[in-house]
């Protein structure tokens, strides 16, 4: 099955400054990829997604690029905000008959204000 | 719409005890899923429906797990006996078509804890 890891899992950055959160994929199937943001003692939110037939995707931002042949994709946040802290999962397709989501294991983002 | 709605919000039981968690999906979503959050595991996918019929169970830790969906707009997932290690929090989730056709939304959560 599909085997997602997310690296850092915690990660204090300045207010103002970009946030990088890194995610590796085992199933070269896989086709699908969207970013999760849990605030805490909250449910897990879909911020952005992004399919394997386009290599990156921004929304005001937050931007995610994927690279197909690396199998990793990356989820940036530029000009963070104390807003912004908060658990962020990235999560994988996996394919075949079962598809289902598979999660990293989370990164906890700090903005320092 | 009011999204995904779980219930209770909170539980607390002995161990030993049933315990079953209701979820009802955003209405005419097909796909409903049930996952479990722990600090050590992360989200773990238990169960998974698609127009009310279980599609994949794999993710079931065992025999005390069950889940059913008797019509679109309402499951539950039971555990009997429930063990401290159940001590989680148990999120419904759904979607419109199949994932990745569709985004998943997430209920608020259950956070079970048994003693």
């Known amino acids: 099955g599909e085997n997602v890891e997310q690296h850092p899992s915690t990660l204090s950055v300045q207010e103002g400054d970009s946030a990088v959160i890194k995610c590796t994929y085992s199933d070269s199937a896989s086709n699908y990829f969207p970013w999760y943001k849990q605030e805490l003692g909250k449910r897990p939110q879909l911020i952005i997604d992004?399919?394997?037939?386009?290599g990156e995707k921004k929304d005001q931002r937050i931007a995610v690029t994927l690279n197909k042949t690396a199998k990793h994709f990356s989820l940036h946040i530029t000009e963070t905000q104390p807003e912004d802290s908060a658990v962020y999962f990235c999560a994988a397709l996996a394919s075949g008959s079962a598809r289902q989501l598979t999660f990293g294991s989370g990164t906890q983002l700090t903005v320092l204000p | 719409d009011a999204g995904v709605i779980q219930s209770p919000r909170h539980e607390v039981t002995e161990m030993g005890q049933e315990v079953t968690l209701r979820c009802k999906p955003i209405s005419g979503h097909n796909s409903l899923f049930w996952y479990r959050q722990t600090m050590m595991r992360g989200l773990e996918l238990l169960i998974y429906?698609?127009?009310?019929?279980?599609?994949?169970d794999s993710g079931m830790p065992e025999d005390r797990f069950s889940a059913k969906m008797p019509n679109a707009s309402f499951s539950t997932l039971k555990i009997q006996p429930s063990e401290p290690r159940d001590s989680a929090v148990y999120f419904c989730?759904?979607?419109?078509?199949?994932?990745?056709?569709?985004?998943?939304?997430f209920g608020n959560g259950t956070r079970l804890t048994v003693t």
């Open positions: 992004i399919r394997s037939n386009v």
């Open positions: 989730a759904s979607s419109l078509m199949e994932v990745g056709n569709s985004p998943l939304h």
């Open positions: 429906f698609n127009n009310n019929v279980p599609i994949d």
